[in-house]
């Protein structure tokens, strides 16, 4: 089969989808309501990987690769401090204060990232199963420029116990393309649209 290149490379970050994951059981898995952030500035992933060799006869006879997971980082310009709270696991009580201690656990996520083309097209890459490390806050006093600060996150992605899956990816250039059925894949939801 010939392979048409369309020379098209990422050159931006539209948007990323993230959703609590409720439950991941080899009988289910379920995740709350999906939400769109269109304040991201960057999104990457890094496949963990090792290749180890057999050695025979004075050389190498065969090798055998070993896929354990992923490390991702995203960045934002801003996030909703209730978002911010619900993906890291904090707790925003009745007092208006949002509280952050030893008990609480960052929750696994689903996530989405919609790289964009020049062209008009778009790249997608989903996360089945990820969780976050906390921010850091930062600032610095104003001097004679502005310079804006961001919220940076780290984590790692793994497979889903439910189906065995981690990255799902699509391009819209593709004669298939439905973003329903992207979305539904990685947050097994019925409509496939954000309800943010």
């Given at each position: 089969m010939?392979?048409?290149?369309d020379?098209?490379?990422?050159?931006?970050?539209?948007?990323?989808?993230?959703?609590?994951?409720?439950?991941?059981?080899k009988?289910?898995?379920?995740?709350?309501?999906?939400?769109e952030?269109?304040s991201?500035?960057?999104?990457?992933?890094?496949?963990?990987?090792?290749l180890?060799?057999?050695?025979?006869?004075?050389?190498v006879?065969?090798t055998?690769?070993?896929?354990?997971?992923?490390?991702?980082?995203?960045?934002?310009?801003?996030?909703?401090?209730?978002?911010?709270?619900?993906?890291?696991?904090?707790?925003?009580?009745e007092?208006g204060?949002?509280?952050?201690?030893?008990t609480?656990?960052?929750?696994?996520?689903g996530?989405?990232?919609e790289?964009?083309?020049?062209?008009g097209?778009?790249?997608?890459?989903?996360l089945t199963?990820?969780?976050?490390?906390?921010?850091?806050?930062?600032?610095?006093?104003?001097?004679?420029?502005?310079e804006?600060?961001e919220?940076?996150?780290e984590?790692?992605?793994?497979?889903?116990?439910f189906?065995?899956e981690?990255?799902?990816?699509?391009?819209?250039?593709?004669?298939?393309?439905?973003?329903?059925i992207?979305?539904?894949a990685v947050?097994?939801?019925?409509t496939?649209?954000?309800?943010?």
């Amino acid at each position: 089969m010939a392979y048409t290149n369309d020379y098209q490379a990422i050159t931006g970050l539209a948007r990323v989808y993230i959703a609590v994951q409720n439950t991941d059981t080899k009988e289910e898995v379920s995740y709350g309501e999906i939400h769109e952030v269109d304040s991201v500035r960057s999104f990457g992933v890094t496949p963990e990987s090792s290749l180890d060799k057999a050695y025979a006869g004075n050389r190498v006879v065969q090798t055998a690769q070993s896929r354990s997971g992923a490390t991702f980082n995203m960045t934002f310009h801003s996030l909703p401090e209730d978002l911010q709270a619900e993906i890291l696991g904090e707790e925003k009580r009745e007092d208006g204060l949002t509280y952050s201690n030893s008990t609480h656990k960052s929750p696994y996520l689903g996530i989405i990232a919609e790289f964009t083309k020049e062209d008009g097209t778009s790249r997608f890459v989903g996360l089945t199963k990820a969780v976050l490390t906390p921010a850091a806050e930062e600032g610095s006093t104003k001097e004679d420029g502005t310079e804006f600060g961001e919220l940076a996150f780290e984590g790692e992605a793994m497979d889903r116990l439910f189906d065995g899956e981690r990255k799902i990816s699509k391009s819209s250039a593709d004669e298939d393309y439905d973003f329903s059925i992207l979305s539904n894949a990685v947050f097994k939801n019925e409509t496939g649209t954000p309800e943010a």
